[in-house]
């Protein structure tokens, strides 16, 4: 799935040029050990199609069907997403649930295959990394996919007695590479914001969780 999806044709046409492709793991843009060097997931739906081969689909055994649930808000994206899928060879249907219903869901393992997003708390990477630690598994973490791997889990608390900022890059880093490998998700995109205001406003500017602050901001006087 994630070697047979346009992610820049989707933030072309679908979300207006707005956001980065995700395909470079779970770490985004604009923190320390994001690395633009492991964008190992490249739209090839050639190479989707090989591996479906090699894991025995096709010549007269298709794929099962997955059902993808989202909310409304994001059908656009995953309507295109089907149709991608299908171009593979991955029958998908979209279930539209009710927000509420669908974190329920998610939070007890009620459904396979769902969207989700994450915004961080705090500019660290483990906000993010957090989220495949085995010791975090949902309800009480934030764990959804309930992804477990013991060498992750020891590079995960490896890095929260490190110190030495570099040192904990590294770790992270190691830890991300893991996630691109098992791919537990599916990154459709890092997120960006844009802000529009008049010629008279200054320092309005934007900020990682895209919270309006007004401290600083001035309406210059017109001549």
């Known amino acids: ?70 909310t409304a808000e994001y059908v656009d994206i995953f309507k295109y997403f089907q149709g991608q899928m299908e171009e593979i060879g991955i029958p998908v249907k979209i279930e539209i649930d009710p927000a509420a219903t669908l974190i329920q869901m998610k939070a007890h393992s009620k459904v396979n295959f769902f969207r989700a997003s994450w915004i961080a708390d705090y500019p660290d990477e483990e906000n993010y990394l957090a989220l495949f630690a085995g010791k975090n598994l949902a309800p009480g973490g934030p764990n959804y996919s309930r992804f477990q791997n013991p060498v992750y889990d020891s590079l995960y608390e490896l890095s929260q007695r490190i110190i030495d900022p570099a040192e904990r890059q590294a770790v992270y880093r190691s830890m991300n590479r893991i996630i691109i490998d098992e791919s537990p998700v599916i990154v459709l995109y890092y997120d960006q914001v844009i802000r529009f205001s008049q010629k008279n406003i200054v320092n309005l500017g934007t900020n990682p969780l895209n919270l309006l602050s007004l401290k600083h901001v001035k309406k210059l006087r017109e001549k």
């Open 1 to 70: 799935m994630n070697y047979g999806f346009d992610r820049e044709k989707m933030i072309r046409y679908i979300r207006n040029n707005i956001g980065v492709p995700g395909i470079s793991g779970i770490i985004p843009p604009g923190l320390p050990a994001f690395d633009s060097s492991v964008a190992v997931y490249n739209y090839d739906p050639a190479r989707a199609r090989l591996l479906l081969k090699e894991a025995g689909y096709g010549e007269g055994k298709e794929f099962p069907p997955v059902t993808l649930h989202t």
